[in-house]
């Protein structure tokens, strides 16, 4: 069975634990201990190793686990010009549980490409990926730019009207950096978006209507934004998008089955493939799936990231036959529901568990598609 887009019928997030020595570099680097250059080469060496666990257990897309960023958006997008990020705070809630208090993402001038922000990592990755393996970067999602503050998080003298200045700024930001990826031999381009996500939940809808915005037409806007972004791909380029409800340290933010976003997001977004997340109930259940058109894939996430606890893989057949009564086989593939480590902090998870339930997901994806 032949497979749109991606490398293969299993596939990845892209976040992996940090290993104890890089995160003691990195401290060592915020205490002004060892210099940027330093933390590099320890960057590097864990990089190199977990680009050979990712080989080791079968995998055919590898990332650098995300190992030289804090969090999986703020990095990248406070190196646009005119984006101000400010670091997000622990809360601790009082049933006990930690939740990442959302940062502030603040547009505070005309956005730009101020400079090629994944450039130099890509290129280390790949001269480290073995052949028969595909390099794939992850990026945060042009959304986010907007869905956190709303109106009131972009600057009015910069952008009196959103409509169309600001979405075409940040569009062809994105595509200068898709554009120098290109150029340098990316071929696969994931990004993650929490937004659309969070537009499945009550709570969450609740709020983008406090900040004067219509939940029901957001994810409308959110696709003719993210097709101005696709419009700008470089030809070979797969362009991925993961949904993500919250991944930090086990916990999730949000809740809700996917049918309030999934015409917009699967009928009208132009996106290659689409990583979706179905580990638990939250996530609802299969039938907006039968918004996907011919051509496109959806990645059933249905091993979670969150748990040490392993999956059955009959369990799994069983789910994915489900989803195939609303999309067909062939354009369903498996991986985890997310990353191991969206942020930092990691998730509550052995790293052995991180080899379990990826050996877990490719064993699946080959019995039930084959072993291509």
């Known amino acids: 069975m032949s497979i749109p887009h991606l490398p293969a019928r299993f596939d990845h997030v892209g976040s992996f634990l940090r290993p104890a020595y890089l995160l003691e570099a990195r401290e060592k680097k915020a205490k002004g201990e060892i ?3 330093q933390l590099r080469k320890v960057e590097d060496k864990a990089i190199d190793e977990i680009i050979q666990f ?3 257990v079968g995998l055919k897309s590898i990332t650098d686990g995300e190992f030289r960023r804090t969090y999986f958006h703020i990095d990248f997008l406070e190196q646009l010009g005119g984006v101000k990020t400010d670091i997000p705070v622990t ?3 009082p049933d006990g549980t930690e939740e990442l208090a959302p940062p502030v993402i603040r547009v505070i001038d005309k956005v730009r490409h101020a400079k090629d922000i994944q450039l130099a990592d890509f290129q280390y990755l790949k001269s480290k990926v073995s052949a028969g393996h595909t390099p794939k970067v992850t990026i945060p999602s042009p959304t986010m730019l907007h869905f956190r503050g709303g109106r009131a998080g972009i600057n009015k003298q910069a952008y009196p009207e959103l409509d169309p200045a600001f979405y075409d700024d940040v569009a062809k930001a994105y595509g200068d950096e898709l554009r120098s990826l290109a150029a340098a031999g990316c071929k696969y381009v994931q990004m993650d978006d929490t937004n659309l996500a969070y537009l499945c939940d009550e709570k969450m809808r609740e709020a983008a209507r406090a900040r004067g915005d219509d939940p029901n037409e957001l994810p409308h806007r959110y696709a003719s934004f993210i097709n101005q972004v696709v419009a700008q791909k ?3 380029m797969t362009l991925a998008m993961h949904l993500c409800r919250g991944n930090f340290k086990s916990t ?3 809740a809700g089955n996917y049918e309030p976003v999934a015409e917009a997001l699967l009928s009208e977004m132009d996106i290659d493939a689409y990583f979706l997340e179905y580990d638990d109930d ?11 058109p011919k051509g496109k894939l959806v990645v059933l996430g249905l091993v979670t990231t969150k748990f040490d606890q392993l999956e059955n893989k009959d369990s799994l057949k069983r789910r994915i036959e489900e989803a195939a009564k609303y999309a ?3 354009q369903l593939a498996l991986s985890p529901q997310c990353g191991f480590s969206s942020t930092v902090h990691g998730n509550n998870i052995e790293v052995q568990a991180q080899r379990n339930k990826l050996r877990l997901v490719i064993e699946t994806a080959q019995e039930v598609w084959g072993s291509n």
């Open 91 to 93: 809360i601790r809630k």
């Open 328 to 330: 067909p086989m062939e």
């Open 35 to 37: 210099a940027p250059e």
């Open 282 to 292: 939250r996530s609802g259940d299969f039938k907006p799936l039968r918004f996907l």
């Open 252 to 254: 999730h933010a949000a």
């Open 234 to 236: 470089p030809k070979g």
């Open 54 to 56: 990712q080989e080791d």
